[in-house]
């Protein structure tokens, strides 16, 4: 069986689709990570890479937003065109849920209004949770008998996408931290519904001197980029380092940390979540989306993110807890979510 993912993100920071692929292919199967042309990112991958027996999406806003209202519907029309040819090839459809819009909403008016008609042409969806099940039926206002196209399929960790050798000790040193300081991080991609300033706002009214918080990953704008450097002045406590973190690097800053932080505003799917796990880390993170269902409390720290005092309070309550323990309950957690149970289901579902 030949599969074609699209669009290719293999070569970013995400290492999502290079595990899922790699397993798809210990099961049997022929997985083709490839672009078309910018009129036709569909067939153009096809012309490319020939016909697949499953054409497998991951992300649609890249083949339906442009720059302005007009862009994005001459763009979406055109993807909707590509799919119905599709269709008539005999090809299957399947799109993986990761988020339910773009996470910068360019137009999510667009966005949400062709994904709505879109949903309808593919054969089967993938969620990642319970919770994202139950999302797209009433984001894309799918009638029940919809329900059956979707199925839970749990995202993987992280545990082999990473070098993991630095010690504690040694990444703290480099990052000239103290043993016995408390160090709270932030890592990845810098957006406005990850909650990064409010997450410094509430740090800054800690009285601590023994906690730090790093503040790593690449922002998304200038503008974000700007308002985070001014409040990191005002407290010495706070670290930020505003760039992307090449994938061998990633271990130093999750290895120089007690506690991940991730002050989501909304999300869906977090594969932060899986990161931290994947290296023995506790989490903060809000009662949203798929969190509750892939942590419990014995390894994060679980606030409502509608109340102001909701994030202090699970930072203050991180501050004084075994972080340690909770830890290495995660760590044994991130096991569970396993790459190759993930490909099996992943096959059985391209082959209904």
């Given amino acids: 069986m030949k599969v074609l993912f699209l669009p290719d993100w293999s070569r970013g920071g ?28 569909i067939l153009g991958a096809m012309k490319i890479h020939g016909k697949p027996d499953v054409l497998h ?34 090809i299957k459809i399947i799109w993986t849920v990761h988020n339910l819009l773009e996470h910068e909403r360019r137009d999510p008016q667009v966005e949400i209004f062709f994904n709505r008609l879109l949903v309808r042409l593919y054969d089967h969806l993938i969620v990642h949770c319970s919770f994202a099940r139950e999302a797209v039926v009433r984001s894309y206002q799918l009638p029940n008998r919809f ?4 199925f839970v399929i749990p995202h993987g960790n992280y545990m082999n996408s990473y070098e993991n050798q630095v010690t504690r000790n040694k990444a703290r040193g480099r990052l000239v931290l103290g043993n016995s300081e408390i160090v709270f991080l932030y890592f990845g ?73 991730l002050p989501f505003q909304d999300i869906l799917t977090s594969g932060s979540a899986l990161l931290a796990m994947s290296f023995g880390k506790p989490v903060i993170a809000p009662r949203l989306g798929c969190i509750p269902e892939i942590l419990d409390s014995k390894g994060v720290f679980l606030y409502d993110h509608s109340k102001e005092e909701g994030l202090f309070k699970a930072i203050r309550q991180a501050s004084l807890a075994n972080l340690d323990a909770m830890g290495k309950y995660n760590y044994d957690k991130a096991k569970c979510f396993n790459w190759g149970v993930i490909a ?3 096959c059985a579902l391209y082959k209904l």
């Avoid at 999502?16 to 078309?36: C, D, F, P, S, W």
């Avoid at 329900?147 to 979707?150: A, L, P």
């Fill in 189 to 261: 991609t810098i957006r406005p519904n990850k909650g990064v300033l409010r997450l410094i706002d509430t740090f800054r009214k800690l009285q601590s001197p023994r906690v730090r918080l790093l503040i790593v990953g690449e922002p998304s704008s200038e503008a974000i980029r700007s308002k985070i450097m001014r409040c990191c002045k005002s407290d010495s406590r706070i670290r930020a380092l505003l760039q992307f973190v090449p994938a061998k690097d990633v271990q130093l800053y999750m290895n120089a940390a007690d506690v991940v932080v």
């Fill in 14 to 41: 995400n290492p999502y689709q290079r595990e899922l692929a790699a397993a798809l292919q210990k099961h049997g199967l022929t997985v083709i990570m490839g672009n078309g042309t910018n009129r036709l990112p």
């Fill in 147 to 150: 329900r059956n196209k979707i």
């Fill in 57 to 90: 999406l991951h992300w649609t806003h890249p083949f339906l937003l442009g720059r302005k209202r007009v862009k994005s519907i001459i763009r979406s029309i055109r993807f909707l065109a590509e799919l119905f040819t599709v269709k008539i090839l005999g």
């Fill in 344 to 346: 099996q289901k992943t």
